[in-house]
T-cell receptor
Framework: NAGVTQTPKFQVLKTGQSMTLQCAQD?????MYWYRQDPGMGLRLIYY???????DKGEVPNGYNVSRLNKREFSLRLESAAPSQTSVYFC???????????FGSGTRLTVV | RKEVEQDPGPFNVPEGATVAFNCTYS??????FFWYRQDCRKEPKLLMS???SGNEDGRFTAQLNRASQYISLLIRDSKLSDSATYLC????????????FGSGTQLTVLP
């Protein structure tokens, strides 16, 4: 099925460890996004990429870095994980914002 | 004040009931409006866009009131399968065209 693929689906990290969340889309969309979802907070934008080669900070970028490797792939890196980064992470893509987003199935991250 | 505010619920309704969700947004420059549905432990999925004139998709009706900065979703003849969290979504402020999500309203349809 065409869509957005995220890996891994689950991850447990120790405080201070690093990891990269991967996202790939086969919809040929320019825009890609990383959100985190916490109980009662809704989805909050971490970083986004309007096109290949560009990235910008969202609402909650601290503690994260991103790479738009090519049109298909947009990765999110935690350099030194903290318990406050325990969350569900969603990658999304869109052709145009007015069409809405398509989301990946999410990565459930626990930092202990 | 949050950019998008929703009543978190939960709404517990019997099968066949009509239920309405409301949402208010703070950015008067918002251009795009949506309702998303999110099942437990799943990703959000687009339910429907919301147009200025209001729009309907089967049992679902969405309304937009720009003057009051208010969006609504009406579900008629509720089904068990409608149980989910419904997210109100609007285009955000700033130069980048992004979407801002409400925290969601939880609906449980009871047999």
């Amino acid at each position: 099925n065409a869509g957005v693929t995220q890996t891994p689906k689950f991850q447990v990290l120790k405080t201070g460890q690093s990891m990269t969340l991967q996202c790939a889309q086969d919809m040929n969309h320019n825009s890609m996004y990383w959100y985190r979802q916490d109980p009662g907070m809704g989805l909050r934008l971490i970083y986004y990429s309007a096109s290949e080669g560009t990235t910008d900070k969202g609402e909650v970028p601290n503690g994260y870095n991103v790479s738009r490797l090519n049109k298909r792939e947009f990765s999110l890196r935690l350099e030194s994980a903290a318990p406050s980064q325990t969350s569900v992470y969603f990658c999304a893509t869109t052709l145009r914002e007015l069409y809405g987003y398509t989301f990946g199935s999410g990565t459930r991250l626990t930092v202990v | 004040r949050k950019e998008v505010e929703q009543d978190p619920g939960p709404f517990n309704v019997p099968e066949g009931a009509t239920v309405a969700f409301n949402c208010t947004y703070s950015n008067s420059a918002s251009q795009s409006f949506f309702w998303y549905r999110q099942d437990c432990r799943k990703e959000p999925k687009l339910l429907m866009s919301v147009y200025s004139s209001g729009n309907e998709d089967g049992r679902f009706t969405a309304q937009l009131n720009r003057a009051s900065q208010y969006i609504s979703l009406l579900i008629r003849d509720s089904k068990l399968s409608d149980s989910a969290t419904y997210l109100c979504v609007v285009s955000s402020s700033g130069s980048a065209r992004q979407l801002t999500f409400g925290s969601g309203t939880q609906l449980t349809v009871l047999p």
